[in-house]
């Protein structure tokens, strides 16, 4: 069965900041590993998507990062803003369910 | 584009009772999914189905719940009876294929059962 960890669970920095959360598979039989956004109340809105033949994704100030043999991504977010506080969850679609399996999240909070 | 519609936002129940949720995908996209989010378990899918049939409902946690996509743009979630450990934000989501796009989640419905 797949598992999805993510560390930290929170982060605190200040804005301007570069930070990278972490993201972790047990199966390697993956499609994709995507990247969502919640903020609090709301559902989530997907930030970027991995194909399981690519390295990275870049969106604006976010890159993401796939090491699909080892199982493990990376998300970078360049020059943080306070509008980037929001819980990010790493997800990924394996072959074997055809479904995502979603990690616990990280909360980030950026301080002005 | 008005994203994907869950109603209602907030629902609140005494256990025992028959609790329906309602979910509409985006038009055009042929997959909906049901998640359920709790602090405990975090995200867990719960059914999915494609051009409104379902294809596992292995996430579904007992016989009390039960789904329906009767056409494309409307889906349910029932419970019934329902129990305090029910209690959770149930999202809906939708996307264009299954693997090679992304998800699409509404705003969940918060439902709270005592």
């Known amino acids: 069965k797949q598992e999805v960890t993510q560390i930290p669970a929170a982060l605190s920095v200040p804005e301007g900041e570069n930070l990278v959360l972490n993201c972790s598979f047990t199966?390697?039989?993956?499609?994709?590993l995507q990247w969502f956004r919640q903020d609090p109340g709301k559902g989530l809105t997907s930030l970027l998507l991995?194909?399981?033949?690519?390295r990275e994704q870049t969106s604006g100030r976010l890159n993401a990062s796939l090491d699909k043999s080892s199982g493990r991504s990376t998300l970078y977010i360049a020059a943080s803003q306070p509008g980037d506080s929001a819980t990010y969850l790493c997800?990924?679609?394996?072959?074997?369910?055809?479904?995502?399996?979603f990690g616990s999240g990280t909360r980030l909070q950026v301080q002005p | 584009d008005a994203g994907v519609i869950q109603s209602p936002r907030h629902e609140v129940t005494e256990m025992g009772q028959e609790v329906t949720l309602r979910c509409k995908p985006i038009?055009?996209?042929?997959?909906l999914f049901w998640y359920r989010q709790t602090m405990m378990r975090g995200l867990e899918l719960l059914i999915y189905?494609?051009?409104?049939?379902?294809?596992?409902d292995s996430g579904m946690p007992e016989d009390r719940f039960s789904a329906k996509m009767p056409n494309a743009s409307f889906s349910t979630l029932k419970i019934q009876p329902s129990e305090p450990r029910d209690s959770a934000v149930y999202f809906c989501?939708?996307?264009?294929?299954?693997?090679?796009?992304?998800?699409?989640f509404g705003n969940g419905t918060r439902l709270t059962v005592t």
């Open positions: 038009s055009g996209h042929d997959y």
């Open positions: 199966d390697s039989a993956i499609y994709n």
């Open positions: 989501a939708s996307s264009l294929q299954n693997y090679n796009s992304p998800l699409h």
């Open positions: 997800a990924v679609f394996d072959t074997g369910r055809r479904a995502l399996t």
């Open positions: 991995i194909q399981s033949s690519q």
């Open positions: 189905f494609n051009n409104n049939v379902p294809i596992d």
